[in-house]
């Protein structure tokens, strides 16, 4: 079965903290991508990642393709900062993106 | 290239009529993808286009959503006879891809349906 598994499903924390938000997936899902979304807004991009790590600002994702795992971390966390995280993986076979379920972040001043 | 496109933002329509949405991708994006959101849920794959050809669709769709990409570019995605459960976010996202190589993925803004 082809899944994408987030964790953790809610997260709050003090402004400042360094925050990860994890994503593991199965077999056949070849990249991955880490999606924003703030309350009543439209989804942005933040990473694509098939290998290794990307930054961008305080933002920094990484990927173990022999675990199958990834993570998104945030840095010096602000309130700003408060949205979903979703990651969604690319499926080798057509190309279909398998969504997690989200990480609602509350980042509290 | 100002980014995805969607037409039109929001449509309230009363059930039983036909609505249509219409995205507009980034140029040169092959990639197009339907999703649907609904209040504090995420994305819900809707179907998936390759160029024209549309390779993938949800099982959850109803024979009432058809879409359609034409030429490549532009795609509509048509519900016919609306009923009060379509009412949504009809989101649309492009991405440049080539085999497993997959591009950033864009989203557009979002259509939101409302169905009285």
């Known amino acids: 079965k082809n899944e994408v598994e987030q964790s953790p499903q809610n997260l709050t924390a003090q402004e400042g903290e360094f925050i990860t938000i994890n994503c593991s997936y199965s077999?056949?899902?070849?990249?991955l991508h880490w999606l924003q979304q703030h309350p009543g807004g439209g989804i942005v991009s933040l990473f694509m990642?098939?290998?290794?790590?990307k930054k961008h600002g305080r933002l920094i994702a990484t990927i173990n393709i022999q675990e199958k795992h990834s993570s998104l971390h945030i840095t010096a966390s602000h309130p700003r900062d408060s949205a979903v995280y979703i990651c969604?993986?690319?499926?080798?076979?057509?190309?279909?993106?398998?969504w997690g379920a989200g990480t609602k972040l509350i980042i509290k001043p | 290239d100002t980014g995805v496109s969607q037409n039109p933002r929001h449509k309230i329509t009363k059930r039983g009529q036909n609505v249509t949405f219409r995205c507009d991708p980034i140029?040169?994006?092959?990639?197009l993808y339907w999703y649907r959101q609904t209040l504090g849920q995420g994305p819900e794959f809707l179907t998936y286009?390759?160029?024209?050809?549309?390779?993938?669709k949800s099982r959850l769709l109803s024979d009432r959503f058809s879409a359609e990409r034409p030429k490549g570019s532009f795609s509509t995605l048509e519900i016919q006879r609306t009923e009060q459960g379509d009412s949504a976010m009809y989101l649309c996202?492009?991405?440049?891809?080539?085999?497993?190589?997959?591009?950033?993925?864009?989203f557009g803004e979002g259509s939101r349906l409302t169905v009285l």
């Open positions: 996202a492009s991405s440049l891809g080539v085999t497993a190589f997959t591009g950033e993925l864009f």
């Open positions: 140029s040169e994006h092959n990639r």
């Open positions: 286009f390759q160029n024209e050809a549309q390779l993938e």
């Open positions: 077999v056949g899902i070849s990249a």
């Open positions: 990642l098939s290998s290794g790590k």
């Open positions: 969604a993986g690319l499926m080798d076979s057509n190309y279909q993106l398998i």
